[in-house]
């Protein structure tokens, strides 16, 4: 994730019905470079531009397999937010649907919902 300012977009992920084609496709296509990471379910990975210096400023997407059947390829967007829980509360208010509860990762909490219009993305906050 890159370090941002609360309410703008800081993530792209892409949720792939076959993660390994999409791999190969995204790397010759711009030459990002692939790091597996094993999450213990499943294997979570970060597309890299080549050439860049390592951590955040070198990573350009994420990438993991879609984790049901069903679930078609999309790209998942997330917006840096203060307060996950808070955040979710005020979007169910205003007529958001959740799609994943608050969720503790190793590096930050995340949300995930879809407006009342239909477009679905996550929140997100980096542990300090």
Not at 11 to 32: H, M, P, R, V
């Amino acid at each position: 994730m890159s370090q941002q300012t609360p309410g703008k977009f800081c993530w792209n992920e892409l949720i792939s019905t076959d993660s390994g084609a999409s791999k190969q496709f995204y790397s010759n296509l711009f030459g990002w470079e692939v790091d597996d990471m094993d999450m213990g379910d499943f294997t979570y990975s970060m597309f890299k531009t080549p050439g860049a210096p390592d951590g955040p400023e070198g990573m350009a997407a994420g990438l993991m397999q879609a984790p049901m059947e069903g679930i078609p390829s999309h790209w998942l967007s997330y917006v840096l937010v203060e307060d996950v829980e808070a955040t979710l509360e005020k979007a169910k208010s205003l007529g958001a649907t959740v799609v994943k509860e608050t969720t503790e990762l190793p590096m930050g909490t995340l949300a995930i919902f879809t407006d009342p219009q239909g477009a679905t993305f996550a929140i997100w906050k980096e542990k300090s």
